[in-house]
């Protein structure tokens, strides 16, 4: 349904029309005691944002037609109220995707279910000297936040990580491979890992299960990337350690971890598919060789759900977020929701980071 613009000046109030275009009665305004007239415009919805299928930096809200003026000198700056928030508009239409997207999820969160903004249009005519207001009609838009992804994983694997094999095929994730995390849920470009490594015992990064090709190791004390001549790395001391790899600069660093660390012997998610039971449906360790802090489970859901992860078979230490497929969980935090289908669940216990890996 088109919505008609209406003037809105300091001591004049116009209703708007009800009709697909139909002519305004001649509103105007009288800058300066000049009578100037407005020509009728018009907005509509352009239909459902669907942020899976946007690629450009400008999505379209609204097809418009301007106002116009029986006067050249003036022109228009036009604003597009999301829920009352503005944003600047093209005269196409469109405004910027990252911030449109963004606002939507600080609204309702990052899950891709449809949500509708209240919207109106508010044009600024103005002559650099006198201005007349022109607003639309309220409309309704419907945007859809894109589906959070799992990033583009790099994986551990050697003889201190999972069963000890080195195992590279995609069938070892989560036995001989084990994934690094995302540092934050919605910035995919800075990768980390903590886990217990004994000294002595190497391993190396790979980014792709099945290809040795693309690998970081160490040579002459210093880690370096797709070299052929590199070793394992090592650690001087047993203990917790923390590695980081960020992709924008492309470094690599392995820290001694201080956080706090504690061992569970088992590692249930309770959920809504399965009457919330922290003893049931348990995670099997990835790591058989040194200390487990790394968990896996393959699980389809029949349909949305919720779950947390809890240790020890009880509730008393347990992890929760609101963020699928990619999250950070936090002690009694709240329910993950879980969209319907099939997963690889990887979790680590020490910094409470998880993926649901499609399957």
Same mark, same amino acid.
């Given at each position: 349904?088109?919505?008609?613009?209406?003037?809105?000046?300091?001591?004049?109030?116009?209703?708007?029309?009800?009709?697909?275009?139909?002519?305004?009665?001649?509103?105007? $305004?009288?800058?300066?005691?000049?009578?100037? $007239?407005?020509?009728?415009? %018009?907005?509509?919805?352009?239909?459902?944002?669907?942020?899976?299928?946007?690629?450009?930096?400008?999505?379209?809200?609204?097809?418009?037609?301007?106002?116009?003026? $029986?006067?050249?000198?003036?022109?228009?700056?036009?604003?597009?109220?999301?829920?009352?928030?503005?944003?600047?508009?093209?005269?196409?239409?469109?405004?910027?995707?990252?911030? @449109?997207?963004?606002?939507?999820?600080? @609204?309702?969160?990052?899950? +891709?279910?449809?949500?509708?903004?209240?919207?109106?249009?508010?044009? @600024?005519?103005?002559?650099?000297?006198?201005?007349?207001?022109?607003? %639309?009609?309220?409309?309704?838009?419907? *945007?859809?936040?894109?589906?959070?992804? *799992?990033?583009?994983?790099? =994986?551990?694997?050697?003889?201190?990580?999972?069963?000890?094999?080195?195992?590279?095929?995609?069938?070892?994730?989560?036995?001989?491979?084990?994934?690094?995390?995302?540092?934050?849920?919605?910035?995919?470009?800075?990768?980390?890992? &903590?886990?217990?490594? +004994?000294?002595?015992?190497?391993?190396?990064?790979?980014?792709?299960?099945?290809?040795?090709?693309?690998?970081?190791?160490?040579?002459?004390?210093?880690? &370096?990337?797709?070299?052929?001549?590199? $070793?394992?790395?090592? *650690?001087?001391?047993?203990?917790?350690?923390? @590695? /980081?790899?960020?992709?924008?600069?492309? /470094?690599?660093?392995?820290? +001694?971890?201080?956080? #706090?660390?504690?061992?569970?012997?088992?590692?249930?998610?309770?959920?809504?598919?399965?009457?919330?039971?922290?003893?049931?449906?348990?995670? /099997? +360790?990835?790591?058989? &060789?040194?200390?487990?802090?790394?968990?896996?489970?393959?699980?389809?859901?029949?349909?949305?759900?919720?779950?947390?992860?809890?240790?020890?078979?009880?509730?008393?230490?347990?992890?929760?977020?609101?963020?699928?497929?990619?999250?950070?969980? *936090?002690?009694?935090?709240?329910?993950?929701?879980?969209?319907?289908?099939? =997963?690889?669940?990887?979790?680590?216990?020490? #910094?409470?980071?998880?993926?649901?890996?499609?399957?």
């Amino acid at each position: 349904m088109k919505k008609f613009l209406y003037i809105a000046a300091t001591a004049l109030l116009l209703a708007s029309c009800t009709e697909d275009f139909k002519d305004w009665a001649e509103p105007q $305004s009288n800058p300066q005691g000049e009578v100037i $007239s407005f020509g009728n415009g %018009s907005v509509a919805p352009a239909g459902v944002i669907d942020f899976a299928q946007v690629t450009e930096e400008r999505v379209k809200v609204c097809d418009i037609t301007a106002p116009s003026t $029986s006067d050249t000198t003036y022109f228009a700056e036009s604003t597009i109220y999301l829920n009352g928030q503005p944003f600047v508009l093209g005269t196409d239409g469109t405004v910027d995707a990252k911030e @449109l997207e963004a606002y939507v999820i600080s @609204l309702y969160g990052k899950a +891709p279910e449809p949500r509708v903004l209240t919207a109106q249009v508010e044009w @600024l005519m103005t002559n650099g000297t006198t201005s007349t207001r022109i607003k %639309s009609d309220p409309f309704e838009i419907t *945007v859809i936040p894109a589906p959070v992804a *799992v990033p583009d994983l790099w =994986y551990l694997v050697g003889s201190c990580i999972g069963d000890g094999s080195w195992g590279n095929e995609p069938a070892k994730v989560g036995t001989a491979l084990i994934p690094m995390y995302s540092q934050a849920d919605d910035d995919f470009m800075v990768l980390t890992y &903590v886990g217990y490594f +004994p000294a002595g015992q190497g391993f190396k990064l790979i980014h792709q299960p099945g290809n040795w090709e693309e690998q970081w190791g160490m040579k002459d004390g210093e880690f &370096v990337k797709n070299d052929g001549g590199s $070793s394992n790395i090592e *650690v001087a001391a047993d203990g917790y350690y923390q @590695l /980081t790899y960020d992709m924008n600069t492309e /470094t690599l660093t392995m820290t +001694p971890y201080d956080g #706090l660390v504690n061992v569970y012997n088992i590692m249930g998610m309770p959920g809504g598919y399965q009457d919330w039971d922290p003893g049931a449906t348990l995670m /099997t +360790p990835m790591n058989t &060789v040194v200390e487990n802090h790394d968990w896996v489970k393959d699980l389809t859901f029949e349909e949305n759900s919720e779950l947390k992860f809890a240790a020890n078979g009880g509730w008393d230490v347990n992890w929760g977020s609101n963020t699928f497929p990619v999250g950070s969980g *936090v002690a009694n935090g709240a329910n993950i929701p879980v969209d319907a289908g099939s =997963y690889k669940i990887v979790f680590n216990d020490i #910094l409470g980071k998880y993926y649901f890996i499609a399957q």
